[in-house]
């Protein structure tokens, strides 16, 4: 798999879900031809996500405005998110990638398969299961995100996404890696090092210690006396 075109762009992070991609027959054209729909859900909102790092909630809502934007929104579907494998697209100019949200508030998408020779291998290897999984790309907005901190266990922290700023790209994916959690680590730990709880007990830890060696110097001190 070729390396992530994200990896150079800032702020930008990449997630995975395994909910089925399926094909869906099209058995009426205009061009009187048979084609294929390709449909999935990129984005499930309300469903808890392990990181390592800390846990992570799309809150219902975060891709509201994002996708009610249409002249900013330029969203991709992308084989292997392989920039050379594009799929199809949605902006101002295109619409050959469906973008929509369901009843949950899901982010699902759709497209039909394109005349190019790795959309049609892609879509007879979703039609037999092969590939079956998604990533999407996205950015979150400035002040898009909140975290409840567990105070015994930094890894149970949990981030809720509120609002998303930029979807960047859907994508079918062979095999899902583990998601590359470098942007949400940093603003893990920068939302812990401004949280006035955790800044407090923080500070406390170092005055104990200061308090401590201040302690054993003085009980030096006293012995040489």
């Known amino acids: 798999m070729r390396k992530d075109y994200i990896e150079n762009m800032a702020g930008v992070e990449r997630r995975f879900i395994t909910t089925r991609v399926e094909k869906v027959k099209v058995e009426e054209r205009n061009d009187e031809k048979q084609g294929s729909l390709i449909r999935g859900i990129a984005v499930k909102v309300n469903s808890e ?4 790092w800390f846990r992570e909630i799309i809150m219902p809502g975060a891709l509201d405005k994002v996708l009610a934007d249409t002249n900013k929104l330029d969203c991709r579907c992308l084989f292997n998110h ?14 050959t990638l469906k973008l929509m949200l369901n009843a949950d508030g899901d982010l699902e998408f759709e497209y039909e398969t394109p005349n190019r020779t790795y959309a049609l291998d892609l879509a007879d290897s979703i039609a037999s299961g092969d590939v079956s999984q998604c990533s999407f790309a996205f950015r979150i907005a400035k002040e898009g995100q909140r975290w409840i901190f567990d105070e015994e266990n930094p890894n149970n922290d949990l981030r809720e996404i509120t609002e998303i700023s930029e979807l960047l790209d859907v994508s079918p994916v062979t095999y899902p890696a583990y ?5 949400g680590e940093r603003s893990h730990k920068a939302a812990r090092s401004e949280n006035p709880r955790y800044s407090k007990n923080k500070s406390r830890a170092v005055l104990r210690k200061a308090q401590f060696k201040f302690n054993k110097n003085k009980a030096n001190c ?3 006396l």
């Not at 998601?179 to 942007?183: G, I, M, N, S």
């Open 82 to 95: 392989d920039a050379n494998l594009i799929l199809a697209r949605a902006n101002k100019n295109t619409d």
């Open 222 to 224: 006293l012995w040489n």
């Open 49 to 52: 996500a392990d990181l390592g």
């Open 179 to 183: 998601p590359d959690t470098q942007v």
